[in-house]
């Protein structure tokens, strides 16, 4: 008997958001809704004209010191935990700060 695998979460190839579960048949959906999927199509067809790779990733000055800060805290929450486990915080205190992390993390995952 083979065991069940619990379906791995999908996210939307635009905006990031989670895709709800659909059935078994048919391809897989990619984009959340119609909007995202144009806006998807409309970077692919910006991405021919300049010649770049298709996988390659433009970032805008803004999106990049955004991406930069939250790395930043992501470093600085990491730091925090490591300072405070050399220091002898209880257990509850580390639990607490590596969920902090782990939230800071989910949330850097999310590009867009």
Same mark, same amino acid.
């Given at each position: 008997? #083979?065991? %069940? =695998?619990?379906p791995v979460p999908r996210h939307c190839g635009w905006c990031g958001r989670r895709l709800q579960q659909s059935? &078994? !048949?048919? /391809? =897989? =959906? =990619?984009y959340c809704g119609q909007s995202c999927r144009q806006r998807a199509y409309e970077r692919r067809a910006a991405v021919q004209r300049t010649g770049l790779p298709e996988d390659a990733v433009v970032l805008s000055d803004v999106e990049?010191? &955004?991406? #930069? +800060? /939250? %790395?930043? #805290?992501?470093?600085? @929450?990491?730091? +925090? !935990?490591?300072? @405070?486990?050399e220091d002898g915080a209880d257990t509850g205190e580390l639990c607490r700060m590596a969920a902090e992390l782990a939230r800071a993390a989910r949330e850097l995952e999310q590009l867009r």
């Open positions: 008997m #083979q065991a %069940l =695998r619990t059935g &078994t !048949v048919g /391809r =897989r =959906r =990619r990049i010191a &955004t991406l #930069q +800060d /939250r %790395l930043f #805290q992501l470093r600085c @929450a990491a730091e +925090d !935990v490591l300072t @405070a486990a």
